[in-house]
T-cell receptor
Framework: DQQVKQNSPSLSVQEGRISILNCDYT??????FLWYKKYPAEGPTFLIS?????DKNEDGRFTVFLNKSAKHLSLHIVPSQPGDSAVYFC?????????????FGQGTILTVHP | DGGITQSPKYLFRKEGQNVTLSCEQN?????MYWYRQDPGQGLRLIYY???????QKGDIAEGYSVSREKKESFPLTVTSAQKNPTAFYLC?????????????FGQGTRLTVV
């Protein structure tokens, strides 16, 4: 049962344009969402997060939007740069008794072309 | 520098052998986690620990064992009972187990069964 889904395995974007990565979730108990970036043979690095009490969080070129009614979040990267090419994972955390463990999506491979 | 150190980076194991992956952190984090990544899949939680001498099974604990004798260390043993051990293993930690906080990852260990 995949509670966090990234339905697009890959995304290709031209440098300077916007990249939009999408993520859907099914568990209503999720209250904190994160995006991680991962290069091959390396550990994921934290990018940006959003709490369920917000619908938008911005950090430089990265903005995450949360639509709780649709159980959907998205990561916008503007402008996209070739160095952004990596695998992006969406992750979710449920408060209460889940003890802070994260549930990850399958990842989306982003390729930014010069 | 503070961080999470996983060793070795690459590990080869013969079928039927147990092998232990090391994870050390000097971030003074309470919680530690082990995830496994397979191609085309997200990170799946193997085990996690919120405090010394305590750990809990994650979603795919069968064939694995852990210990948490020190706050800084959370080694993972892949036993011969694990049917498909070839994967990329990631260790992570977070400052506390509940509440909104991101997990910080090590660089990973690539385990290959030969």
């Amino acid at each position: 049962d995949q509670q966090v889904k990234q339905n697009s395995p890959s995304l290709s974007v031209q440098e300077g344009r916007i990249s939009i990565l999408n993520c859907d979730y099914t568990n209503s108990m999720f209250d904190y969402f994160l995006w991680y970036k991962k290069y091959p043979a390396e550990g994921p690095t934290f990018l940006i997060s959003i709490s369920s009490i917000k619908d938008k969080n911005e950090d430089g070129r990265f903005t995450v939007f949360l639509n709780k009614s649709a159980k959907h979040l998205s990561l916008h990267i503007v402008p996209s740069q070739p160095g952004d090419s990596a695998v992006y994972f969406c992750a979710a955390h449920a408060g209460g008794t889940s003890y802070g463990k994260l549930t990850f999506g399958q990842g989306t491979i982003l390729t930014v072309h010069p | 520098d503070g961080g999470i150190t996983q060793s070795p980076k690459y590990l080869f194991r013969k079928e039927g052998q147990n092998v232990t992956l090391s994870c050390e952190q000097n971030l003074n984090h309470d919680a530690m986690y082990w995830y496994r990544q397979d191609p085309g899949q997200g990170l799946r939680l193997i085990y996690y620990s919120q405090i010394v001498n305590d750990f809990q099974k994650g979603d795919i604990a069968e064939g694995y064992s852990v210990s948490r004798e020190k706050k800084e260390s959370f080694p993972l043993t892949v036993t011969s009972a694990q049917k498909n051990p070839t994967a990329f293993y990631l260790c992570a930690s977070s400052p506390r187990l509940t509440g909104n906080t991101e997990a910080f990852f090590g660089q990973g260990t690539r385990l290959t069964v030969v």
